[in-house]
């Protein structure tokens, strides 16, 4: 029944923008902070964005700070990463993922994340 699921990625050119959506089912986004982490190819898996709902903190990554914002809906138990100014450095599968350490979020440590979603590709051309 606890599960993520992340849609809304897709191919966009450089300096386009993509919204990206987590639903949760199963628990509360008060109960969990949720954090968005990427994977390209050969590279590690890095993280992105956290927000905890609870705290009302966000975090970013300095690599997308001032391009991406976080934002939950608790009514729809969704969480978003809106994405503008993509570059062609930002493609990856993107992850979220949801851990009851809402205070240690922004540290991104994998297993410190109880559940993940399936991955949605962003593809960001030149």
């Known amino acids: 029944q606890l599960q993520l699921v992340e849609s809304g990625g897709g191919l966009v050119q450089s300096g386009g923008s993509l919204r990206l959506s987590c639903a949760a089912s199963?628990?509360?986004?008060?109960?969990?902070?949720i954090g968005w982490f990427r994977q390209a190819p050969g590279k590690e898996r890095e993280g992105v964005s956290c927000?905890?709902?609870?705290?009302?903190?966000?975090d970013y990554a300095d690599s997308v700070k001032g391009r991406f914002t976080i934002s939950s809906d608790n009514a729809k138990n969704t969480v978003y990463l809106q994405m503008n100014s993509l570059k062609p450095e930002d493609t990856a599968v993107y992850y979220c993922?949801?851990?009851?350490?809402?205070?240690?979020?922004?540290?991104?440590?994998?297993?410190?994340?109880?559940?993940w979603g399936q991955g949605t590709q962003v593809t960001v051309s030149s």
């Open positions: 993922a949801a851990t009851s350490g809402h205070f240690y979020c922004s540290n991104y440590v994998m297993y410190e994340y109880d559940y």
């Open positions: 199963g628990f509360t986004l008060d109960a969990y902070a």
């Open positions: 927000i905890s709902s609870r705290l009302g903190t966000t």
